[in-house]
């Protein structure tokens, strides 16, 4: 028997949150891991910086484009994505990608 995911009658949090506008990623585990004793401070200090400045370039991308990468990085795969954001898993995947191609260029943009 194939089951699918059919929607309840009420929304969950995460898109009442998404709706609203007051949606913030977390981007999964490797941001919370504790540092290792061979760490570099100076090191962990430049990966903080770069992580707030790609945070601060996800927040620019357009709405649509910025849940669906917050989304999948939250471990959604792009059939949850679609249904979440109303449209196909093949949308969700065009969002997604654009969104990245745009962290990208703005990254490539800050660096030069």
């Known amino acids: 028997m194939n089951r699918t995911w059919q ?3 009420r929304r969950s949090k995460i ?7 007051e949606y913030m990623p977390t981007f999964g585990p490797r941001s919370a891991r504790p540092p290792t004793p061979e760490e570099d401070p100076a090191q962990q200090a430049e ?3 770069q992580y707030r400045a790609l945070l601060a370039q996800v927040g620019q ?6 849940d ?3 989304l999948r990085h939250s471990g959604l795969s792009f059939d949850e994505v679609g249904r979440l954001l109303g449209c196909s ?3 969700a995947k065009m969002l997604y990608h654009r969104a990245l191609k745009a ?4 990254v490539q ?3 030069a």
């Open 7 to 9: 929607p309840s009658g």
């Open 15 to 21: 898109s009442t949150e998404i709706i609203s506008g």
């Open 47 to 49: 990966e903080r910086v």
């Open 61 to 66: 991308l357009p709405d649509r484009q910025r």
């Open 68 to 70: 669906a990468i917050s």
């Open 89 to 91: 898993e093949d949308a």
């Open 103 to 106: 962290l990208r260029e703005a």
């Open 109 to 111: 943009k800050e660096g």
